[in-house]
């Protein structure tokens, strides 16, 4: 398996316009995350799927923000408009049942490296 | 909800001398405590997890200690090399919920 694949690697975008990161995760895991990570706050979860249904999404910060995992194989995270307080790493992580039925590791992607002028 | 306080922020120490990393968390429903390794420009990376009915657990020169009662846990990394400069994340959680974090570790071995 590819891991779990996350797009761009880079975006550099200007205040104001729509920024639109991508994840696919592992195949056959019923869980995906969405993490951003700055130097100040450290890793901090936006939001959670299980099953393409979204759980929870407390950490999402505010309405410019929004998230979609139409089918299990793919998912996006949305910025409109984008602000440079935005300017992050965004990480996409998957999860599933291993071979003890357990749920084991996450697995995270590249990330995606945002700047926002 | 659950909250992971992880220390120290930073730690320096020789090739070959040993390293821990501590964490303690806040909500005694937390089953499943994982340590993550991130190197730069990737991202983190499961090195060692351990699960509430086991104390320890240890992999090579890596080893996680649990303590339920205090809540806390942490990582042991003997005999360190270079290779190990990383950041080191804690996290913790319940089976089929987020992992929270910890604020990370900077962990430099200088040779």
């Known amino acids: 398996d590819a891991g779990v694949i996350q797009s761009p690697r880079h975006e550099v975008t200007e205040m104001g316009q729509e920024v639109t990161l991508r994840c696919k995760p592992i195949?056959?895991?019923?869980?995906l995350f969405w993490y951003r990570q700055t130097m100040m706050r450290g890793l901090e979860l936006l939001i959670y799927?299980?099953?393409?249904?979204?759980?929870?999404d407390s950490g999402m910060p505010e309405d410019r923000f929004s998230a979609k995992m139409p089918n299990a194989s793919f998912s996006t995270l949305k910025i409109q408009p984008s602000e440079p307080r935005d300017s992050a790493v965004y990480f996409c992580?998957?999860?599933?049942?291993?071979?003890?039925?357990?749920?084991?590791?996450?697995?995270f992607g590249p990330g995606t490296r945002l700047t926002v002028l | 909800g659950e909250n992971v306080e992880q220390h120290p922020s930073t730690l320096s120490v020789q090739e070959g001398d040993s390293a821990v990393i501590k964490c303690t968390y806040s909500?005694?429903?937390?089953?499943?405590f994982p340590w993550y390794k991130q190197e730069l420009g990737k991202g983190p990376q499961l090195i060692i997890d351990?699960?509430?009915?086991?104390g320890e657990k240890k992999d090579q020169r890596i080893a996680v200690t649990l303590n339920k009662t205090a809540k806390h846990f942490s990582l042991h990394i003997t005999e360190t090399q270079p290779e190990d400069s990383a950041v080191y994340f804690c996290?913790?959680?319940?089976?089929?919920?987020?992992?929270?974090f910890g604020k990370g570790t900077t962990l430099s071995v200088s040779s």
């Open positions: 992580a998957s999860n599933g049942r291993g071979p003890s039925l357990k749920y084991n590791e996450q697995f």
């Open positions: 195949s056959g895991h019923d869980y």
């Open positions: 799927f299980n099953n393409n249904v979204p759980i929870d």
């Open positions: 909500d005694s429903a937390s089953n499943y």
């Open positions: 351990i699960r509430s009915n086991v």
């Open positions: 996290a913790a959680n319940q089976a089929g919920t987020a992992l929270i």
